[in-house]
């Protein structure tokens, strides 16, 4: 996130109960000494699969709930491939709806579902080149991300935004670190003015190195990240972070849905590859 709107990361002050069982038993940081950089082990999902199948439950895990009130977002996630699910044709398929899903919300009745996933316990990875092939959503309160984190305590575990848009503003992606001292809307990133996102595929990347962050889109670098932009603040990004994939629906960031706003939406998913 940019430093210009209230991040979407603060949401994370609360992680479900499940969540925080899984990080504190696979991502613990170790201390404040930096580990040494070793090969990276990398992960890749292609999301093949029989349609309607939820995505591979050895790399994710499904969040659900209304991730407790956090950002004002509207939806609640569910599990499995409810909001989720293999489109039989190589992706994955994260849908929002407008729907009752029976359960309440910050704000009463849940009015939208939706899904998020991690790798939280399941996999994790300090530097490497993360990379995902995703086509957005659009209009008015939709908020796809592809980001990660370093553990359960946000934002001194840190937090690296490999992209995030909102819909609203179909040809703009961010790309955002949160550490300690510098979150929420003091996040540290850039904006990527490019086509509408929502109209195909395109890849969104970061290559992450000890004390470097690179963003890229479509293979194009626009942004890059190193203690140096910290203005004396810690340096987080040294240990391994897991991978979150969702789409939002409303918050203070994008502003919830209007008249206007179409339903359902999609967050298509081709790849996700860590290298």
Same mark, same amino acid.
């Given at each position: 996130? %940019?430093?210009?709107?209230? &991040?979407?990361?603060?949401?994370?002050? @609360?992680?479900?109960?499940?969540?925080?069982?899984?990080?504190?038993?696979?991502?613990?940081? *170790? $201390?404040? *000494?930096?580990?040494?950089?070793?090969?990276?082990? $990398?992960?890749?999902?292609?999301?093949?699969?029989?349609?309607?199948?939820?995505?591979?439950?050895?790399? #994710? %895990?499904?969040?659900?709930?209304? /991730?407790?009130?956090?950002?004002?977002?509207?939806?609640?996630?569910?599990?499995?491939?409810?909001?989720?699910?293999?489109?039989?044709?190589?992706?994955?398929?994260?849908?929002?709806?407008?729907?009752?899903?029976?359960?309440?919300? #910050?704000?009463?009745?849940?009015?939208?579902?939706?899904?998020?996933?991690? =790798?939280? $316990?399941?996999?994790?990875? @300090?530097?490497?080149?993360?990379?995902?092939?995703?086509?957005?959503?659009?209009?008015?309160?939709? #908020?796809?991300?592809?980001?990660?984190?370093?553990?359960?305590?946000?934002?001194?575990?840190?937090?690296?935004?490999?992209?995030? /848009?909102?819909?609203?503003?179909?040809? =703009?992606?961010?790309? %955002?670190?949160?550490?300690?001292?510098? &979150?929420?809307?003091?996040?540290?990133?850039?904006?990527?003015?490019?086509?509408?996102?929502?109209?195909?595929?395109?890849?969104?990347?970061?290559?992450? &190195?000890?004390?470097?962050?690179?963003?890229?889109?479509?293979?194009?670098?626009?942004?890059?990240?190193?203690?140096?932009?910290?203005?004396?603040?810690? #340096?987080?990004?040294?240990?391994?972070?897991?991978?979150?994939?969702?789409?939002?629906?409303? $918050?203070?960031?994008?502003?919830?849905?209007?008249?206007?706003?179409?339903?359902?939406?999609?967050?298509?998913?081709?790849?996700?590859?860590? &290298?």
């Amino acid at each position: 996130m %940019t430093s210009t709107h209230t &991040s979407s990361r603060w949401r994370l002050l @609360a992680i479900p109960a499940a969540l925080a069982v899984a990080s504190a038993v696979a991502l613990t940081p *170790a $201390g404040n *000494a930096a580990p040494a950089a070793a090969p990276a082990a $990398g992960v890749s999902d292609d999301f093949d699969g029989p349609a309607g199948s939820p995505a591979d439950g050895s790399k #994710w %895990t499904y969040e659900t709930g209304d /991730n407790n009130g956090n950002n004002h977002e509207r939806q609640w996630y569910t599990s499995g491939a409810a909001n989720g699910a293999l489109d039989g044709q190589g992706h994955l398929v994260i849908t929002a709806r407008k729907e009752n899903s029976g359960n309440n919300c #910050w704000y009463g009745a849940c009015q939208y579902t939706s899904a998020r996933l991690n =790798t939280a $316990g399941k996999f994790s990875q @300090a530097y490497g080149h993360m990379e995902v092939r995703m086509k957005l959503p659009r209009g008015q309160g939709m #908020w796809p991300a592809f980001w990660m984190l370093g553990g359960g305590q946000w934002p001194d575990d840190g937090e690296i935004d490999v992209m995030e /848009n909102i819909g609203k503003e179909p040809n =703009t992606v961010h790309g %955002t670190i949160h550490g300690p001292g510098y &979150s929420g809307a003091g996040g540290i990133g850039a904006a990527f003015n490019g086509p509408n996102f929502s109209d195909d595929f395109h890849t969104y990347a970061v290559d992450w &190195s000890p004390d470097k962050i690179v963003w890229l889109v479509d293979g194009q670098a626009y942004q890059t990240r190193t203690p140096a932009d910290l203005n004396g603040k810690k #340096w987080v990004y040294d240990h391994p972070f897991y991978l979150i994939l969702n789409l939002a629906v409303g $918050g203070d960031w994008p502003g919830d849905p209007d008249g206007d706003t179409q339903f359902p939406q999609q967050l298509v998913v081709d790849y996700v590859h860590v &290298s």
